[in-house]
């Protein structure tokens, strides 16, 4: 079987037809079962998803007033949010409405969606190898064995906005500094999955904390998508499908003789944290047809109203999951 594998390198992408044959080749976190009768590819993907647990929700005491006069004085998350941010019937969240569990099922429902090109997809159907059709299945199994790199999954109210982040392993110097990047103070960067509901103050904690800065806003999770499913949840789960496939790019691209920054760079679409504008090589959210799940993009909806059915892996980046599977590349 031959199939056109794209990797980025110095900037350029370069493209090698190959041929496949059943000899082990560099990743065990991936296998693939391809059906050449029914053109089916069936991809099972070894996560590693923690419990990161809940931020915002933790009250804690301490004393306040001096001898005689001092009393134990509860402090909560809640309290710091000031009251011109509530909004009147939208109380903040004091106990978690997504369990760990519920977190893992959205990451992975999100990665079989989005990695996945089939029937049950609304806009991506299958891959083309050598002009032939085949859907792709993707089966994402949360297990420590033979897993990628472990990531946290966070439940996240009453605190800042949490940026989700998957610097992934260190296989080079660009990777080296993107984990040793994760234990400087105030820098959001560590392998984390936020799920972001109810009040969150949407500035760095550095910003807070130096210059006073707050800007709360409230994410409500009760808007439902088109399939009756919550928009916060269907955010979420793309969320998961973005950050795990940088650990799927990364290894495609490096094992191929390309750069990190294809994983880092979003394909191209941004620099190592902001999006690029269009006249310097990014590129406009698609108003119709796919949504790549790897792309940064100009002129985005309010990213709970993003088409969340029509992101999906690009066919190259599904070819190059496949290639690093037990199956080497001749």
Request: net charge negative; charged share 25%; aromatic share 12%.
């Amino acid at each position: 079987m031959k199939a056109v594998i794209t990797a980025s390198k110095n900037g350029k992408e370069k493209s090698k037809e190959v041929e496949f044959s059943t000899k082990y080749d560099e990743v065990e976190w991936v296998d693939v079962k391809i059906d050449k009768n029914n053109k089916k590819i069936d991809t099972t993907l070894r996560v590693n998803l923690k419990d990161g647990g809940a931020e915002g929700l933790k009250c804690s005491s301490h004393l306040a007033g001096v001898r005689d006069e001092a009393r134990w004085v509860e402090s909560c998350p809640w309290d710091k949010i000031p009251t011109t941010s509530i909004i009147a019937g939208k109380p903040p969240i004091k106990i978690r409405t997504r369990s760990f569990t519920d977190l893992e099922k959205l990451a992975i429902d999100g990665l079989n969606y989005h990695w996945g090109r089939n029937k049950n997809h609304a806009a991506a159907k299958d891959v083309k190898i050598v002009g032939e059709s085949y859907e792709v299945f993707t089966n994402a199994i949360n297990t420590q064995d033979n897993a990628m790199d472990d990531v946290d999954l966070m439940y996240n109210t009453n605190y800042f906005w949490g940026r989700s982040n998957n610097p992934g392993c260190v296989s080079g110097f660009k990777s080296f500094l993107a984990n040793i990047a994760q234990y400087i103070p105030y820098l959001p960067l560590s392998e984390t999955i936020y799920y972001n509901v109810g009040y969150v103050n949407n500035v760095y904690k550095a910003e807070s904390h130096f210059l006073f800065k707050e800007s709360w806003f409230y994410i409500d999770d009760v808007p439902l998508y088109k399939n009756g499913k919550s928009k916060v949840d269907m955010e979420y789960s793309y969320t998961c499908a973005h950050e795990i496939g940088h650990t799927i790019l990364r290894a495609f691209s490096e094992h191929g003789g390309g750069s990190a920054d294809y994983s880092y760079e979003h394909k191209g679409s941004s620099g190592y944290s902001d999006t690029k504008p269009v006249s310097e090589g990014g590129v406009s959210y698609p108003t119709h047809g796919e949504i790549d799940v790897m792309k940064y993009f100009n002129n985005t909806p309010y990213f709970l109203n993003y088409d969340f059915e029509r992101i999906v892996a690009e066919d190259k980046d599904i070819l190059g999951l496949i290639w690093l599977t037990k199956l080497k590349i001749k």
